[in-house]
Structure formats: structure tokens, C-alpha cells
T-cell receptor, first 118, second 113 residues
Framework: DGGITQSPKYLFRKEGQNVTLSCEQN?????MYWYRQDPGQGLRLIYY???????QKGDIAEGYSVSREKKESFPLTVTSAQKNPTAFYLC?????????????????FGEGSRLTVL | GNSVTQMEGPVTLSEEAFLTINCTYT??????LFWYVQYPGEGLQLLLK?????DKGSNKGFEATYRKETTSFHLEKGSVQVSDSAVYFC????????????FGDGTTLTVKP
């Protein structure tokens, strides 16, 4: 079945360690996104990529890094510079805005990865 | 900038009650509007959407109408079920579709038997 796969589902990290969250999609979508979700809050955009080998910072990019070497994959690294990394991380994808045109933009989400810093 | 404001929760209803979750937005031009639902421990999934003024999105008994004059996209369901218990997010994407959705803070719905 087509979809988005995030791994691991749960991750524990010690302070000062970098961790990488995996996101893979087989929907043939050009655009991919990483969001952070904290309790009682909406989703905040960390990074997004609209095409391979290109990505842009979202609203809260500090302390995070990404790469987009393949269309299917958009891993997120949470670095030791991120002051409060404990959160639920959601990866999403969407068809290319250029192909779908404006007024679309539906997001397809993975199941999420819950990161806890000990 | 763009913003989405949802009614504060949590909302608790009895089974078969009528549901309204308010959503208003601020955006330039004509954004597309969405409702997403998140069940416990899962990611979000699209519930319904509307892409122009006066459009009505509907799915699984839920409805929402794009009202440009009041900049609103309220979610309604005539008779809720226990299985509707979840967090509901209102969201918009700008007309230029720069790829950056804006989400509300989410409203937690609990339906009791």
C-alpha cells in the first residue's frame, strides 16, 4: 500500500546526543515536510522540501537539520543544539504544487515519532 | 501573516449529540481550507476540504462550509459516535500554495456512550 513510513515510533535520547528520524514515502510526491507537535498546540513547521536536493527552513528550524538526496526520503536530525527536543514529530508529503496547481495542498501524514530526552 | 483560530477544547458530548467546532482564519486572497483528524497515537488524516468560497466539504457525516464573508470554516456533525473521539485540526494553505500549511491548535473531542 502507498503511504508514509516513519521510524522509530518511539525514541529515547540522552542530552547532548544527535538523533535521526526516518521518513520514507512511496506516493511519488515531490514535496515533504517535518512538523513538531507539542501537547495542546498545533503543528509547527520545522523544514520542508519541494524537490530533491532542495529544502527550506520552516518556522522553528533552529537545532534541526534535514537532507533530501532521494525523492522518497526526508530524514530529520535533531541535534544537541535543540534546547527542548521532547515532542511528537510528524512527517508529511504532498503532490507538487506545480503539478496540482493552486488551491490544493492536501497533506499525507505518517504515524509520527515520539522523541523523549532523558 | 496567515493564522487559524479554533474554539478551545476539550469538548465532551454524549453519543448522538450535535457537534460544532468553530474555526476562523486570517489570510490574504483565497486560501484552501482543511479539517484534519488525529486519533490517539497516530498521525493526522484529511477529513474534508474546500477550495473556494461557498464550497461545502463533507466526509463520514462531517460537513464544513467555506464562508469568505465571515472567514470561517466551522466543522459540524449531526450525530456523533464514540468512534469520533479524536483531536480535530483546522488548517489553511495560501492561494499561492507555497507548500506551507498553517494549523490551528486542535480541539479534543470526547464522545461518551
Amino acid at each position: 500500500d502507498g503511504g508514509i513510513t516513519q521510524s522509530p515510533k518511539y525514541l529515547f535520547r540522552k542530552e547532548g546526543q544527535n538523533v535521526t528520524l526516518s521518513c520514507e514515502q512511496n506516493l511519488n510526491h515531490d514535496a515533504m515536510y517535518w512538523y513538531r507537535q507539542d501537547p495542546g498546540q498545533g503543528l509547527r513547521l520545522i523544514y520542508y522540501s519541494q524537490i530533491v536536493n532542495d529544502f527550506q527552513k520552516g518556522d522553528i528550524a533552529e537545532g534541526y537539520s534535514v537532507s533530501r538526496e532521494k525523492k522518497e526520503s526526508f530524514p530529520l536530525t535533531v541535534t544537541s543544539a535543540q534546547k527542548n527536543p521532547t515532542a511528537f514529530y510528524l512527517c508529511a508529503s504532498s503532490p507538487s504544487p506545480q503539478r496540482e496547481g493552486p488551491r490544493t495542498g492536501e497533506l499525507f501524514f505518517g504515524e509520527g515519532s515520539r522523541l523523549t530526552v532523558l | 501573516g496567515n493564522s487559524v483560530t479554533q474554539m478551545e477544547g476539550p469538548v465532551t458530548l454524549s453519543e448522538e449529540a450535535f457537534l460544532t467546532i468553530n474555526c476562523t482564519y486570517t489570510a490574504t486572497g483565497y486560501p484552501s481550507l482543511f479539517w484534519y483528524v488525529q486519533y490517539p497515537g497516530e498521525g493526522l488524516q484529511l477529513l474534508l476540504k474546500a477550495t473556494k468560497a461557498d464550497d461545502k466539504g463533507s466526509n463520514k457525516g462531517f460537513e464544513a462550509t467555506y464562508r469568505k464573508e465571515t472567514t470561517s470554516f466551522h466543522l459540524e456533525k449531526g450525530s456523533v459516535q464514540v468512534s469520533d473521539s479524536a483531536v480535530y485540526f483546522c488548517a489553511l494553505i495560501p492561494y499561492t500554495n507555497a507548500g506551507k500549511s498553517t494549523f490551528g491548535d486542535g480541539t479534543t473531542l470526547t464522545v461518551k456512550p
